[in-house]
């Protein structure tokens, strides 16, 4: 299967994407076959042209609304010939109409176990809350943000005093891991 990948900053799930699918004895079978970011020189733009992968940079800003931002990402995707759109810290909300096009082939990796802790501050809204587990979850994406059938989950433990930052981190080390599992899955 064929994957496009958008991000918008570091894009260190977009590595490990790289990595797995790259790695011959993990049996991926996917291969990603264009990363698009809607900011300009990304951390994750430099790992996709390290590992020889097409790149576009589309900037929503350039674009009047959402539904014309989403239709040039649509028609870059299918272009490309991809089958399976995987969102890796892309931090746009998609409109419905381009959410109902990719249905069942657009995923997206999210910093707490769905459906707690929803929106951006996933893991701050987590350690305020006192919880002493959250995790990360990949799921199919819907019109409604972070909703839709869930893949793959993982549990991450929160210990005392721990901050946002370091949090962000131990999440992210899961992250890796499932969307990987989930691209696997969603391939198949
Ligand atoms: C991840 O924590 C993801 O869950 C969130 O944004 C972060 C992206 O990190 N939506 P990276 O760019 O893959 O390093």
């Given amino acids: 299967k064929k994957v496009g990948v958008l991000i918008s900053g570091t894009g260190t799930n977009l590595q490990a994407l ?16 264009l990363v698009i970011s809607n900011k300009l020189d990304v951390e994750g733009l430099k790992r996709a042209e390290r590992a020889n992968i097409p790149t576009k940079v ?3 800003t350039n674009f009047s609304s959402r539904e014309e931002f989403d239709e040039a990402m649509h028609d870059e995707l ?21 959410t109902r096009k990719w249905k069942g082939r657009l995923i997206n990796v999210h910093p707490a176990l769905l ?12 350690i305020e809350a006192g919880v002493r587990v ?3 979850s990949v799921h199919f994406v819907e019109e409604d943000v972070d909703a839709g059938a869930i893949i793959t989950q993982e549990t991450v433990p929160i ?21 990987s599992c989930s691209v ?3 391939s198949d």
């Fill in 18 to 33: 790289i990595d797995a699918t790259m790695n011959p004895t993990r049996h991926i079978g996917a291969e990603i076959v």
């Fill in 58 to 60: 589309l900037r929503h």
């Fill in 78 to 98: 299918v272009k490309a010939g991809v089958d399976i759109v995987c969102l890796a810290g892309f931090m746009r909300i998609l409109s419905g109409a381009f």
């Fill in 115 to 126: 459906p707690l802790f929803k929106g951006t501050q996933a893991q701050k809204q987590a």
């Fill in 134 to 136: 959250t995790g990360c």
């Fill in 159 to 179: 210990h005392i005093g721990d901050t946002v930052e370091v949090l962000v981190e131990r999440i992210k080390t899961a992250e890796h891991r499932c969307l």
């Fill in 184 to 186: 696997t899955i969603t």
